[in-house]
């Protein structure tokens, strides 16, 4: 890249020396940053590049193949990927980046009947009618369920922003079982589980889900231009019931979330803490900051009744206002001042630190823990003495992960770059000690990267094996499909002192945050439990066809090659409703069942219940045949719903 001219810093940034070509422009940088993210999508392939790939791995020990597993070789790692505007969540294997399965959320899915069956309608949720409330959602951020500081495999979560919904998936047979929707929120962005419980220090495991709020919104909700009625809630849900526990009324947003590993703080970057609604307004302050929860002393405050409700919602909500928490000792909320327009704040694997990522400063800023609670606790003078490292780490900082050895790895959005700098270095170059090279390594990424993860990364567990970073342009690193082009996932190899790019991954877009951890954390179960589902047909003796009135009720079963009716008779315009149960017990033998013409179409998986419910249409003959297949007699596989008149 060429170097960039070198402008006067701010007084409460830290510069290290050799980094003088990246520094921001501030104030005229924001008038250019749309300029800037052109120019720099314009980079030519560089060192750390795809092309240069092979030359830096032979160096490093062959790494390059680190990701091309050999035919029947399992990958090390399961990963959880958003799936973006497709509503779901995506699995993949790491470190080859091959994706395994997607896990249908927040939209119909025609492959599984996702949104077509009653169970997954019950999930989804409905109107009046029995139409879905939603078919549309913006999967972003997915995080799983801690035990002792590490994934234990039970749950994942992820945020639907349209629609400010949080979905939770059973990690067991990788399905989506429950979505609830946040009252008083729009743009819910970021969430992630507490990590131990902080009520009682005996629980070591995940009971707290929070989510931030980030469009400010009249509360309750009504027509007005008037930005100073507009306010965001910080939320928190019960892991186990999925019902909302509480919310925070906060000045300014919400972004993205991090927990403690004691438990005992939860926090949110903000990048409006002007409240605007525009976005030069949003931007006008050069600093933003890092709001703190006191998780306990909010559960306190709950339970004494110190809260109010908006609107039609129940859920109480509590005071986090600047106003409300002026007094440390009984504060709620604590906001740290961080540069500016933060997008992201991560948890070091250690449990000491949280670091927030500038964006539109070229600074992360790292923030200790213990003394965010000495504040609480009045030891603690100035909340912004919590700050024990701002230092300069390139342009348009977003997101940091972990390798668990003390290093961050931050993306550059505007750099194209991943920086991967020393933590208790940057504290000691933060104090005055500028012989503190901070920074280890630079590569260059395809292009303007924004989430980034490592193995393990926000775990006690973190190992330092691989990273991923989502790039948002691919632009020429894949044949060319037209103006939609995919987005670019890259595998990075950071078990040794310089990073070396393993891959590139094509992906539709458009995908956000992911994790991934060891496979051995989870163990999923290869068939489902018949006595899970309540209306499922245990026996195809059970089978055939009951009316109540022009309500119908048809009941069979699979079992390779065949369903357990070879015909069944129903009427125009009975209201039919549909339940067939998998009898098979083999691993992998999935059924489908369709019916033309009725909109009709899902698969049941060994040992599976489903039902769906549809109107009988014209009179005639409907082959129902299986869709998914099974058996050397798949096509023979079919049964015949008759309509009569």
Known sequence: MQDRPTPVQPSAVDTQPELGRRRFFNAAALAGVAG???????????????????AAAAAHGGAANASHLKPGELDTYYGLWSGGHTGDVRVLGIPSGREILRIPCFVPDALVGWGHTNESKAVMGTKADGTLRYTIGDTHHVHA???????????????????????????????????????????????????????????????????????GIPLPNKATLDEKQYRSLFSCLDAETMELRWQVLLDGNCDLVATSYDGKLAASNQYNTEGGAKYEDMMSAERDACVFFNVARIEAAVKAGQFKTYGSSKVPVVDGTHAANKDAKTALVAYVSVPKNPHGVNASPDGKYFICAGKLSPTGTVIELAKV?????????????????????????????????????????????????????????HKGDKTAKYVVDRIDVHYQPGHINASQSETKAADGKFLCVGCKFAKDRFLPVGPLHPENEQIIDISGEKMVLLGDHPVRGEPHDFIFFKRELLKPKAVYELDEFPNAVKDAKESGVTRNGKKVTVKLTSLAPAFSLREFTVKKGDEVTLILTNLDKVQDLTHGFAIPGHNVNFIVNPQETKSVTFTAGEPGVYWCYCTHFCHALHLEMRTRMIVEA
């Open 36 to 54: 800037l993210a052109a120019a720099c999508t314009e980079k030519p392939v560089a060192g750390g590049s795809a092309a240069s790939a092979p």
């Open 145 to 215: 369920s801690y035990k002792d500081g590490n994934y234990d495999g039970r749950y994942a979560w992820v945020n639907d922003k349209i629609n400010s919904r949080v979905a939770r998936i059973r990690l067991d047979y990788f399905v989506c079982d429950k979505i609830t929707q946040l009252p008083n929120v729009q743009g819910f962005h970021g969430i992630f589980p507490d990590k131990a419980d902080p009520v009682d220090p005996a629980i070591n495991y995940t009971t707290r889900v929070f989510a931030g709020g980030e469009f």
């Open 373 to 429: 609670l000495d504040w609480f606790e009045g030891k603690l003078e100035k909340l912004d003495d919590a700050i024990v490292a701002e230092v300069e780490l390139g342009l348009g900082p977003l997101h940091t992960a972990f390798d668990g050895r003390g290093n961050a790895y931050t993306t550059l959005f505007l750099d194209s770059q991943v920086v991967k700098w020393n933590v208790e270095k940057a504290i000691a170059f």
